[in-house]
């Protein structure tokens, strides 16, 4: 290892170590931190932002780089270490420390107001934070600068990805989707949903969830398990903390929300411990990431194969709740297929009908066309003509997700975007465990978890989320795999 | 305000709000942090570490302090703050950022394995991350180079005091408990401890603390109450923490801590809202710190009017617990003085006692008389010559405590200074609220939490510890009143 390759890496494996302390610190408020100490929180986030700004724009940094790209990185990891670092310098370089900070304090705020808006359903509360979120938003993808501002934000979660090429895909995934829709509302027999929703104690249903995110294997040791408003995961490697929240009568937000986190979990985890804090040791994009959260959640959590081994489980750990119930009658009510408010509770079909929704609005919100005042009813008229459903309130509504009060514009389309990959994945998956079902009604996880490490978290982000797409799949990301498992799955279900 | 008075605050502000965040990341660490993320943590708090160090020892900064000084501060705040900034930036200067960062990194690792050592009542394993805080503290003492060593890790706590004022004030304090002690153990009539060693369930003891720390004022909006190996508090202003353990045999253990600690945070809830992040802002010395933590422990909390309002509540909480207890005699329980094992739940009497013990331990430490290795021996020594006990294991005895593990050498004193100041502080107490027995009587606490917020908490650091106490007490520090407290508490209660 050259001495200047060296330098380089101890400077970004602190940029890293600040990074994960700002992760840290948004974990805190939303999960153990006193009500009054927003503000406070935000100076704190404001000063590490700017810290972090300082070290990424460093110009001693910026020559150890030059030197880099002159004299060539040692091996095939020191290049995507630095093709990682030059994006994120490059990104960074041109967002002013001033807007940098300011957002960071303005975030810390809007999350907190979010979080007391959507206890309260109480959206004018909320709507100052959100405009001035946005604004400052609009103020940081005008500084990147790229044609299309929705492209400049996107590209912090899916580099790569473009507005443009989201729609031709989205359109592409409504146009399938849709008729699939029509199809399962058009069964003379559908499932019932009643067994979910029947009375599941809030401490069994932990215990429960702790048992499948251990046979997963999630290191809880490495992690923890807590409540917040909304579900999320933080932290990386030896600290990765996941939430979820309880329902006592709809027994499917914390069984699948925490498979879904520990699905994300199992990623960070999983990184390749020397290289987890270099530049091309993290996880790679959000939608690679969502690919390991919804994969878990659905593609084995949804699964028949997965319920033959813990349906069995289930029913001992809530005695009597569920003896009436069949295994195929509880495959069934997991799998409903049905438009519903909450996009984490949604089914995999209507799933991706969310995030188009909310693709559509957040593209306007960023370009203008449609203000922050005016969202609850864009809401709503977008949730009647994607969804055929209006929310009764915004708690339920607009104000159900966390991301837009955290800034987070471009984020919402990984979500469908994993869908894909993961669907992608699981082929490959197929064909290198052939005996896959058997396995899962074993109870086997981790043959599972194994294969995701070897084939996808042990890189990080050593390849570009498309080139690992290709790697692992043999195929570019679309939407055809996706669709045939659909198909498949809910023609069985639904018996077309 | 001047200009540069204002680039001068906001700069400090920012090592405030970074300071806050390391805070942040230690209370994470001992109360919620997974296992395995301690070396994660280290690579944080070192990151952090350097930057706070490269923000105090900015020469920018300097000069923005050089001009302040020639030119004179707007007022006598600015005066103040000037001073504190000047104090912590010269200490900062003598320290190297290579010894910061190690010495950050270093105790993270420490505290975890001081936590798993302690569990396991292994000191062997402790030791090596031991002997490594204390060779890099002794090298930071060095470094900052004052003619005794243990001075210039005092001066961190307790600012302006010395090793050799500490032994005059120790040796007066020795000299004037012993005889008390005598007294007391040839008592013919003492109280029995029996009552608060009955069976107190642990749901209901915190039920019952959060009730006590809420009257007392502490505002659970601006805090929390979490459990943790080692009671503490962290935070400030509106983000104040505090932590204990339940022992469902002993009651005190909690009841009393939790007092002790919500004392300390009502200090630093009570700071001046315009000021707190100021450089003369937060709280003063610890030794004030711990005169507030004490004051409410002991003076407040083992007091019998304390005890007239809230002893038919205890019973009301531990229903059949208490019945054929009479307030008398559980006041005698809960002031029952006897040499113990424990210092965070030894009777105010022995306490000092070990506090000396650790402070002649830890001066041996510092001057590399005594070796790591050798302390468990040394420990029980100087528990036998002190207190006339040993410790039965090293969980008990030399590993009870987490300061050491942590780096804190010339902390353990600051814990008998609050016992003097807190004495003094409340003579004056009593001649400015003459019939504050009978308040207490009735269960009003808040009086003496606004006499603490006017005289002593908005102050922060305007006037050093030394000052604060002439100006609060009208004397210097000494233990005098300490004592005539503890004979006439004492004597009441063991009748001589």
């Known amino acids: 290892m050259t001495e ?26 939303q999960v153990v931190m006193p009500r009054k100490g927003a503000e406070q929180r935000g100076n704190q986030q404001a000063a590490l932002a ?66 007391q808006a959507k206890a309260a359903d109480d959206f004018e509360s909320f709507q100052p934070y959100l405009e001035k979120v946005l604004s400052l938003t609009r103020e940081m993808a005008q500084a990147i600068g790229t044609p299309n501002p929705y492209d400049a934000l996107l590209d912090e979660f899916e580099p790569g990805m ?5 729609k031709t895909l989205f359109g ?29 104690s809030r401490d069994r249903q932990e215990v429960f969830c702790r048992v499948i995110a251990k046979d997963m294997g999630y290191d809880f040791e490495a992690g923890r398990l807590d409540v917040s408003v909304h579900p999320f995961t933080a932290g990386t490697f030896r600290d990765v903390r996941i939430t979820t929240r309880y329902d006592e009568n709809f027994l499917n937000t914390a069984l699948f929300g925490v498979m879904h986190e520990a699905g994300h979990a199992l990623y960070e985890q ?43 489980k289930l029913r001992q750990a809530f005695p009597d709740v569920l003896d009436d119930v069949s295994l195929d009658a509880f495959y ?43 969202l609850p009813e864009a809401w709503n008229t977008k949730s009647q003509e994607l969804l055929g459903i209006k929310a009764g309130s915004n708690a339920r509504g607009v104000l159900q997700d966390v991301h837009w009060s955290a800034g987070y514009i471009g984020y919402f389309p990984t979500y469908a975007l994993g869908n894909l990959y993961g669907a992608q994945f699981m082929e490959t998956l197929r064909q290198d465990i052939p005996d896959l079902d058997s396995r899962l009604e074993r109870g086997e996880l981790l043959p599972v978890k194994e ?39 809910f023609g069985e279900i639904y018996g077309f």
């Open 162 to 166: 473009t507005e443009s090429a989201l």
């Open 332 to 374: 069934g009510a997991i799998n409903v297929c049905r438009p519903s408010l909450i996009r984490v509770e949604a089914d995999e079909v209507t799933y991706n009908l969310h995030i188009i929704m909310r693709f559509e609005l957040e593209s306007a919100l960023l370009a203008g066309t449609l203000e922050a005042r005016d």
């Open 451 to 489: 294969w995701l490490n070897n084939r996808i978290h042990v890189h990080g982000r050593r390849y570009p989320a498309p080139e690992l797409c290709r790697r692992v799949t043999g195929k570019e990301l679309g939407a055809v795999s996706s669709i045939a498992y659909l198909t498949r799955k």
């Open 50 to 115: 700017g810290l972090v700004h300082d070290r990424i724009t460093d110009p001693e940094l910026g020559e150890l780089m030059d030197s880099l790209a002159a004299k060539g990185t040692p091996n095939e990891d020191g290049a995507a270490d630095l093709r990682e670092a030059a994006r994120e310098r490059e990104r960074t370089m041109k967002i002013p420390r001033r807007l940098v900070k300011e957002r960071a304090r303005t975030i810390a705020m809007a999350q907190a107001a979010w979080a």
């Open 4 to 29: 200047t390759y060296k330098l380089f890496l101890e400077r970004w494996r602190t940029i890293h170590d600040l990074e994960k302390v700002q992760e840290l610190l948004d974990w805190d408020q």
């Open 270 to 312: 999983g990184l390749d411990p020397e290289r987890y804090r270099n530049p091309s040791g993290p996880s790679s994009s959000l939608g690679i990431h969502e690919s390991q959260s919804r994969f878990w959640e659905n593609l084995i959590g949804r699964s028949r194969a997965f319920w033959v081994y813990y349906y069995p």
């Open 172 to 200: 592409d995934l409504k146009g399938r989707l849709l008729p699939l829709l029509d199809k399962i509302k058009g069964a003379t027999k559908p499932p019932g949903e009643a067994p979910v929703k029947r009375c599941f």
